[in-house]
């Protein structure tokens, strides 16, 4: 089965404070994405990686970096934490870029204050 | 850009059968998938569909039509553990992107 894990469920964070959220897949997938989920809006995507140092924009990237230095690992950093990033962010990772299946990570629901 | 829209909410009572209505608009279209989350949960996979038609797996089918720019998801023989929201997402763009609907939570009754 795969697995995803991210590194907190919950973190509460101050406002202009950098903020690091891993994750953490064990199945070789090649992808992994970040998104946040907010009530009625779904799940809008931030970043994606289809390889090890490759990154490309989602639908909402201001504000947000990511960095993938091995391929196991996707971490989203917010630079300067603002109160509109309180959400919930959840990783997935996929096999392939073709492949409609992703798998989730449980998330992790930050506030910031 | 892409768009899709799906009910916000349904009801429905046990051993029903209830349909999420799912519609959308986008640049470049690979699929329709369809995901299930539980309330605290993580959303798992429930279908893709690529080409017009139903696919049925177990109590749940899927719908598409590309003509239309529409699909459903079809649940069956209703039980009170299928509570929870459902998501549509079309894989688009280049194929590389899933992009959500708001989601549609459904509520079943006794």
Same mark, same amino acid.
């Given at each position: ?12 964070? @101050? ?10 897949? /064990?199945?070789?997938?090649?992808? =992994? ?20 140092? =490759?990154?490309?924009?989602? /639908?909402?990237? *201001? +504000? ?7 391929? &196991? ?9 603002? $109160?509109?990033? $309180?959400?919930?962010?959840?990783? #997935?990772?996929?096999?392939?870029? #073709?492949?409609? *299946? ?12 | 850009?892409?768009?899709? *829209? ?7 009572? &046990? ?7 799912? $519609?959308?608009?986008?640049? +470049? ?9 539980? /309330? ?11 080409? /017009? ?26 039980? =009170?553990?299928?509570? #929870? ?8 763009? #280049? ?8 989601? $549609? @939570?459904? =509520?079943?009754?006794?």
């Amino acid at each position: 089965d795969v697995k995803v894990t991210q590194s907190s469920r919950y973190l509460v964070k @101050r406002t202009g404070e950098k903020v690091f959220l891993e994750c953490v897949q /064990d199945m070789d997938h090649e992808n =992994m994405f970040w998104y946040r989920q907010d009530p009625g809006l779904g799940l809008r995507l931030i970043y994606f990686s289809y390889d090890v140092k =490759m990154k490309e924009k989602g /639908d909402i990237p *201001e +504000g947000y970096s990511v960095s993938r230095e091995k391929k &196991e690992r996707f971490s989203l950093i917010l630079e300067s934490a603002s $109160t509109n990033q $309180t959400s919930m962010y959840l990783c #997935a990772s996929s096999l392939s870029l #073709a492949d409609n *299946e992703q798998f989730f990570g449980p998330g992790t629901r930050l506030t910031v204050l | 850009g892409q768009s899709l *829209e799906q009910p916000s909410e349904v009801t429905a009572v &046990e051993g029903a059968i209830v349909q999420i209505n799912c $519609t959308y608009q986008t640049s +470049g279209f690979y699929g329709l998938s369809w995901y299930q989350q539980h /309330d605290g949960g993580a959303p798992t996979f429930l279908s893709y569909n690529a080409l /017009d038609g139903l696919e049925e797996t177990g109590r749940f089918s899927s719908f598409l039509s590309r003509s239309d720019s529409y699909g459903y998801l079809l649940l069956q023989e209703l039980q =009170m553990k299928d509570s #929870a929201s459902y998501f549509c997402a079309v894989l688009g763009n #280049a194929g590389n992107m899933l992009t959500f609907g708001g989601g $549609t @939570r459904l =509520m079943v009754k006794p």
